[in-house]
Every structure is written in C-alpha cells, then in structure tokens.
C-alpha cells in the first residue's frame, strides 16, 4: 500500500464548479500536511498547508482528519486557471507526495 | 534570489554511464530532498537529508547514491545509468523548526538513459 493515496482524476469541471479531493495516508505518525500544485511537469508549488482546525484560503478551504487519516481540499467558483495537478504531500522530517490529482476546468 | 538551484538542466547517458547532479540552496534550510516523476506516478522520494553530513533513503533508493558534505548542497549519483532511471529528477529543501515548513522545489533535471 502505498504511503499517501490520491483518486488521480481527471476530474473534469466546468467553470464557477465546486469540486473536492481527498487524499489518505497511512503513516499515524505524520505531522506535516500540504497540498501543491503543479502545472505541466513543471516544479510542484505550495497551495497551502492543512491544520487540524481546518484552514481557508480564498477560494481554498483545507481539513484534515486524523483519526481517518485523510486531508481534503475543496475549491469554489473554479477558473479556468485552476487546471492543474493538485498533489497531497504527507510526513514530517520525509515529505511523501500522492501521485496528484489531475483538474481540468472548461469555459 | 536563486533559491533552489539544480544542476544541470537536461542531459542524455547511455546506458553504464554514471552522473552526479548538483542541487544548491541559498536559503540555509536543514532538510533536503530527491525525487523522481515518472508520467502518471507523481513523486517519489529517493533520499533526503535533515542535515549536513546525513542521509537516509526514500521509497525508491535503488541505484542511487547521495552526499550533503555542505548544508547547501546535496548531490545525487548514478553510479552505472540504467534506462529505468529516465525520469525528471526534483531537489527540495526545507526549513527545520515548524512542523508545515514549506519546501522549495528547483526547476527539474530530465534525464535520459538511453
């Protein structure tokens, strides 16, 4: 089993969607969560980090569940420039990525 | 304001051959990492660093070699190139103190073995 698991979509959605990802782990012992984006095998970029209360960012809210050992992102009013690959990275000292999430959001 | 520098950018091995690849950070983080991103496998972790003068390896070491004799710079080895190691490689790096530090990513090596 893998140690961080991501649906690798696509997820295909149309503009001003909503649309959630979810991503499990299965190393209790993390304590560093993050999603990244990255844009045609480009270097990945932080979106932002996810807390356990829960964090918001505009249009991009992060959970974290530990007792389930997942981390969900959900982004509102897509954009066209959300297209990208979301990635869920997992760890501490290590940092495990998931194998992303592909969004692709159409006019 | 380099960041996170990797060295070099493209290359092409035959098979047998072997390489070093330099990453370099300005920004005097602990920890430092390589990955490797194969389509439609997202990264994976060869070896990381959390501090000058130690390693330890990821998910997928085999084949590869690492050193960080200087905090700044963490080089990764291919001892003798196989056609399995085509792939773009990533160095990170990343503050020590705060458990969501972020990390910082170089531009990518792609690496051809042919």
């Known amino acids: 089993r893998k140690e961080v698991e991501q649906d690798p979509g696509p997820f295909n959605v149309p503009e001003g969607a909503t649309v959630a990802f979810n991503c499990t782990y299965s190393?209790?012992?993390?304590?560093?969560f993050f999603w990244y984006r990255q844009d045609c095998r480009k270097e990945p970029k932080l979106l932002m980090s996810?807390?356990?209360s829960g964090n918001e960012d505009g249009r991009f809210t992060a959970q974290l569940n530990r007792a389930s050992q997942y981390i969900s992102l959900l982004i509102r009013d897509s954009k066209l420039s959300d297209s990208a690959t979301y990635l869920c990275?997992?760890?501490?000292?290590?940092?495990?990525f998931g194998t992303g999430t592909r969004l692709l959001v159409s006019p | 304001n380099a960041g996170v520098t990797q060295t070099p950018k493209f290359r092409v091995l035959k098979t047998g051959q072997s390489m070093t690849l330099l990453c370099a950070q300005d920004?005097?983080?602990?920890?430092m990492y390589w990955y490797r991103q194969d389509p439609g496998m997202g990264l994976r972790l060869i070896h990381y660093?959390?501090?000058?003068?130690?390693?330890a390896k990821g998910e997928v070491p085999d084949g590869y070699n690492v050193s960080r004799l200087k905090k700044q710079n963490f080089l990764l080895g291919l001892e003798s190139a196989a056609p399995s190691q085509t792939s773009v490689y990533f160095c990170?790096?990343?503050?020590?103190?705060?458990?969501?530090?972020?990390?910082?990513f170089g531009q990518g090596t792609r690496l051809t073995v042919v």
């Open positions: 990170a790096s990343r503050e020590q103190g705060p458990t969501n530090t972020e990390a910082f």
């Open positions: 996810v807390y356990s």
């Open positions: 920004m005097n983080h602990e920890y």
């Open positions: 660093s959390v501090g000058e003068g130690t390693t």
């Open positions: 990275v997992v760890g501490f000292q290590k940092l495990v």
């Open positions: 190393n209790s012992a993390s304590q560093s």
